[in-house]
């Protein structure tokens, strides 16, 4: 093969197979990880995998993870009080660093791929004039996503917000509405561009 042939091809688009889970090697400091960082869930599921520095902060008690989930590098799960819950379906991959803080309910399908440095929080703070903000009272509303969605990196997913099956978050989105099935959403805030064909 020519080298301009070569150029061309490397410049154009490759299919690929999903790789993340080709590396996630099943070791005896795997299981030790996985057993130290996930002990006291509420449920865990059959083969999750779990990188290193995952915290799941609070009130473990009320996470769920299902079968084959990957919770990669840094990330943080925190229910942070004694009734809120997070819970993640089967075969999904939380990407390194992604922060999820349920003060009511951050509720993720299965098959949910969730690229590095998302943040999810379900709860605001009150801000009206006149008082600190650090004492006004918090509003908590579920955060949904439903099976088979795809955040870019960077998403933010604030309270309320149902992101329907088979959607797709651009990276660096802040979703602040619900996503209709199959969209493709971006922008500040999340907005629908078109579906998927």
Known sequence: MSSEALSAEAASDRKLASGVRKYARYTWA?????????????????????ERNVELQRHPGNIRVGDYVMLKEGAR???TNPHASISIGAWTTVGAHTFMYASSEISIGANCLIAPFCYFVDSDHGYAAGRLIREQPMTATAIRLEDDVWLGTGVVVTRGVTIHGGAVVGARAVVTEDIPPNAIAVGNPARVVKYRA
Do not use: S
């Open 30 to 50: 795997h299981a030790a990880r996985r057993w130290w960082t996930m002990r006291g869930v509420q449920a865990l599921g059959a083969g999750v995998f779990v």
């Open 77 to 79: 799960l925190c229910p």
